[in-house]
């Protein structure tokens, strides 16, 4: 569903990206800040899923523990 949505949205920014990026050095300049804003977003996203997956483990371990 989430790919949906991302589709539907590229589908209504793109022409006015492209239409305000006429010239290859501008189009590149920001093709690039875009790249840099989502892959800081994909990271920031994989942080917090291993933080909260070694804390369900910690939780899970003391868990074991506390009822032996």
Known sequence: MSA?????VL???LPGFLS???K???F???LSI???I???IIVII???GGWKKSIYQLLAAWGEWANK
């Open 4 to 8: 949906i949505f991302l589709i539907a």
């Open 11 to 13: 589908v209504l920014i």
């Open 20 to 22: 305000t990026n006429n």
């Open 24 to 26: 290859i050095k501008d």
């Open 28 to 30: 590149l300049k920001n």
């Open 34 to 36: 875009w790249t840099i």
């Open 38 to 40: 989502t892959l800081v």
């Open 46 to 48: 994989y942080i917090i």
